[in-house]
Nanobody, 125 residues
Framework: QVQLVESGGGLVQNGGSLRLSCAAS????????MAWFRQAPGKERDFVAA????????NYADSVKGRFTISRDNANNTVYLQMNSLKPEDTAVYYC??????????????????WGQGTQVTVSS
């Protein structure tokens, strides 16, 4: 069974940085696209970033492009989200996800079959 466990969330000031981690288990991590989504209070869960199985290609939401970086360590079954220049509007629960994609970078929530429990990121103004 696929398990995803996020960590690294917390409280940070406007303009600060955080790095989220997602440890995966239960199948061949290096064979699948990984993604990050986020959900702010009262809003739908939104795509943030995705990375292909090899790590060669990435995709970002316009709202985070240039500030966030997704990366992966296939040797350690972990995907990361480096978040810089954080803004109060980045406050949300952040989730990592994976599905059946290998080479594509889907943005649709329904494309992903497995989800972590989420980690809270709060950016104070």
């Amino acid at each position: 069974q696929v398990q995803l466990v996020e960590s690294g969330g917390g409280l940070v000031q406007n303009g600060g940085s955080l790095r989220l981690s997602c440890a995966a288990s239960g199948r061949t991590f290096s064979a699948y696209t990984m993604a990050w989504f986020r959900q702010a209070p009262g809003k739908e869960r939104d795509f943030v970033a995705a990375i292909t199985a090899s790590g060669a290609n990435t995709n970002y939401a316009d709202s985070v492009k240039g500030r966030f970086t997704i990366s992966r360590d296939n040797a350690n079954n972990t995907v990361y989200l480096q978040m810089n220049s954080l803004k109060p509007e980045d406050t949300a629960v952040y989730y990592c996800a994976t599905g059946s994609s290998h080479y594509s970078l889907p943005r649709g929530e329904r494309t992903y079959d497995y989800w972590g429990q989420g980690t809270q990121v709060t950016v104070s103004s």
